[in-house]
């Protein structure tokens, strides 16, 4: 069994701010990392490497230095790492990135299972999962918190509102995860690090896979950015204090007074 586990690396989303001005993301000294949903992906897909003896291979496009989610996944357990990367995949949006993660993909060659993140924290648009499926033709179950899976099919829980639906598919499917809320990620040890350094990561580029240079970057993006802004500030809340009694009254009045209540 193959599973191919897509990573992106991201910006620490609680350290990245939106100029005010140029409505631009101010990234300089922010820190990357590897976008949470993925790195939880990727653990799903060593837990069923160490139930059936799966290769697990993480797939990445981005620049040279999305090296380093692809050495932490290594380290993690993962057996081989891919990063896509040159100026052909820049400025795609994620109809793009989803064809070239796709067209990577078959020229990985076989594989029974995709896993990607729920979103990544950055672009959060939760696109490019599903456009995956659709470029290698295959089903797909969004939303997944867990996943076990044999030689032939996937069983996952998958997150609808109001409860969880228990799903079986055949492989070859694309599943994307997403996590529970008290999940904390896995780090590989010292030595593992370090035994990960040996592992191989393949570089390719567009002509390397095989994909048509004219779907990628913006002339294949079919999205444009308009505007990217900041939500506006909203006047500060007022804090009250007292007892639960008095704290309770309190909002009955100002509940009253909002004419939100008679
Ligand atoms: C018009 C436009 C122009 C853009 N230009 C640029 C640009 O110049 N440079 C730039 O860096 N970004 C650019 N982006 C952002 C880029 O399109 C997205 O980062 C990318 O398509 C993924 O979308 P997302 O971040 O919303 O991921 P989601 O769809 O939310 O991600 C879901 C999952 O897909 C997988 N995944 C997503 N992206 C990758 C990846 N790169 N490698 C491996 N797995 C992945 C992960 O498993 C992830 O959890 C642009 C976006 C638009 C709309």
């Known amino acids: 069994m193959h599973i191919i586990v897509c990573i992106k690396q991201v910006p620490d989303s609680t350290q990245v701010k939106v100029d005010p001005k140029t409505g631009t993301l101010i990234r300089a000294g922010v820190p990357s990392i590897l976008n949470p949903y993925d790195h939880f992906a990727l653990e799903k897909a060593l837990e069923i490497k160490a139930k059936t003896g799966a290769k697990v291979t993480v797939l990445s496009m981005g620049p040279q230095q999305a090296v380093a989610v692809l050495r932490l996944a290594l380290a993690l357990g993962a057996d081989e790492g891919v990063l896509l990367s040159s100026r052909a995949f820049a400025g795609s949006d994620t109809w793009a990135t989803a064809y070239a993660l796709a067209t990577a993909v078959k020229h990985i060659g076989s594989f029974d299972l995709v896993l990607c993140g729920q979103m990544a924290i950055d672009g959060d648009t939760a696109q490019t999962g599903p456009e995956m499926a659709y470029h290698l033709h295959i089903p797909q179950i969004t939303f997944c918190e867990s996943i076990d899976a044999n030689g032939n099919t996937v069983v996952v829980k998958k997150l609808i509102e109001g409860g969880h639906q228990i799903l079986q598919a055949d492989l070859p499917v694309l599943v994307t995860m997403t996590m529970p809320h008290d999940y904390v ?3 590989p040890s010292f030595m593992a690090a370090h035994k990960a350094q040996d592992k191989i990561i393949r570089t390719w580029t567009e002509t390397d896979i095989g994909a ?6 913006l002339e294949g993006s079919p999205t444009r950015v308009d505007r990217i802004f900041p939500p506006p500030t909203r006047a500060k809340g007022e804090v009250y204090s007292g007892s639960a009694v008095e704290l309770a009254n309190k909002f009955v009045e100002i ?3 909002e004419r939100v209540i008679k």
């Not at 048509?212 to 970057?217: A, E, F, V, Y």
């Open 212 to 217: 048509d240079p004219h779907k990628l970057g």
């Open 185 to 187: 990620a896995k780090y």
């Open 255 to 257: 509940l009253k007074k």
